[in-house]
Nanobody, 115 residues
Framework: DVQLQASGGGSVQAGGSLRLSCAASIFAFSSNVMTWIRQAPGKGFEWVSDISSGGGSTKYADSVKGRFAISRDNIKNTLYLQMNSLKPEDTAVYYC????????WGQGTQVTVSS
């Protein structure tokens, strides 16, 4: 089975940093655009960022632009999200995903930012 295993979440104070990782197995990781999506408590899913298959092109939601950085290591089949200057509104479960057909999602990792 395809697996996307997200890790690195935790609890931090506002202004702090976390680095999320997502280890992928089985599918052709290096050939696909990869995405981070989050879901805040009581809210819908929010697209956060994505990165092209080779890593040369990245996109960010306005809410995280300038604070978050997405990257990937296609040798290690791992996706990253460096999150700096965290705000309480960044509190959410963060998912890594390969969108499209087929659609693969990781299990999510909780990020909690306290003020």
């Amino acid at each position: 089975d395809v697996q996307l295993q997200a890790s690195g979440g935790g609890s931090v104070q506002a202004g702090g940093s976390l680095r999320l990782s997502c280890a992928a197995s089985i599918f052709a990781f290096s050939s696909n655009v990869m995405t981070w999506i989050r879901q805040a408590p009581g809210k819908g899913f929010e697209w956060v960022s994505d990165i092209s298959s080779g890593g040369g092109s990245t996109k960010y939601a306005d809410s995280v632009k300038g604070r978050f950085a997405i990257s990937r290591d296609n040798i290690k089949n791992t996706l990253y999200l460096q999150m700096n200057s965290l705000k309480p509104e960044d509190t959410a479960v963060y998912y890594c995903a390969k969108l499209g057909t087929p659609n693969y999602w990781g299990q999510g990792t909780q990020v909690t930012v306290s003020s």
